[in-house]
T-cell receptor, first 111, second 111 residues
Framework: GENVEQHPSTLSVQEGDSAVIKCTYSDSASNYFPWYKQELGKRPQLIIDIRSNVGEKKDQRIAVTLNKTAKHFSLHITETQPEDSAVYFCAAGAGFQKLVFGTGTRLLVSP | EAGVAQSPRYKIIEKRQSVAFWCNPISGHATLYWYQQILGQGPKLLIQFQNNGVVDDSQLPKDRFSAERLKGVDSTLKIQPAKLEDSAVYLC?????????FGSGTRLTVV
């Protein structure tokens, strides 16, 4: 089955810096890669996703890149703000099948 | 659009007791998932329904966990008897295919 690895487990940056979180997946059949943000005590919320027919997708300060050959994908946050502080999860899945989640990255943005 | 509804929000029970969680997905979403999220970890799939049929329950501890989705709409997840290691947040998610929308979850504490 699919296995998703995520790193780093924690990431501390200064406000205004960029943050990068990386994930690798094992199943070449996976074709859908979402990223979720989870604030303390709240539900995971989808922030951006990418499908395997696209190499990069951007939404304001957030971007995701996908390298199908290497089976890895990354989340890039530019101009970080304190409200970006949260736990971020990557996930991988195929079509209508289940998503397998990474172990999460705790991002702390200091003012 | 109404979100995914879950109840209760919190539950504290003693080990060996039973507990049930309820989920009402977004209207029209055929796929419903139950995930278990232990503190500090990523969500782990317990069971996936497509309409009222089970698609994947390979990680559901069937000796103590059961789930049903009668009429292909809302769903219940039951634990009987509960163990200390079942303490977690139980997240329900629904999807029309692809990205999930999560409910707020039920935080279960087994003492």
């Amino acid at each position: 089955g699919e296995n998703v690895e995520q790193h780093p487990s924690t990431l501390s940056v200064q406000e205004g810096d960029s943050a990068v979180i990386k994930c690798t997946y094992s199943d070449s059949a996976s074709n859908y890669f979402p990223w979720y943000k989870q604030e303390l005590g709240k539900r995971p919320q989808l922030i951006i996703d990418i499908r395997s027919n696209v190499g990069e997708k951007k939404d304001q300060r957030i971007a995701v890149t996908l390298n199908k050959t290497a089976k890895h994908f990354s989340l890039h946050i530019t101009e970080t703000q304190p409200e970006d502080s949260a736990v971020y999860f990557c996930a991988a899945g195929a079509g209508f099948q289940k998503l397998v989640f990474g172990t999460g990255t705790r991002l702390l943005v200091s003012p | 659009e109404a979100g995914v509804a879950q109840s209760p929000r919190y539950k504290i029970i003693e080990k060996r007791q039973s507990v049930a969680f309820w989920c009402n997905p977004i209207s029209g979403h055929a796929t419903l998932y139950w995930y278990q999220q232990i503190l500090g970890q990523g969500p782990k799939l317990l069971i996936q329904f497509q309409n009222n049929g089970v698609v994947d329950d390979s990680q559901l501890p069937k000796d103590r966990f059961s789930a049903e989705r009668l009429k292909g709409v809302d769903s219940t997840l039951k634990i009987q008897p509960a163990k200390l290691e079942d303490s977690a947040v139980y997240l329900c998610a629904s999807s029309p295919g692809g990205g999930y929308t999560f409910g707020s979850g039920t935080r279960l504490t087994v003492v």
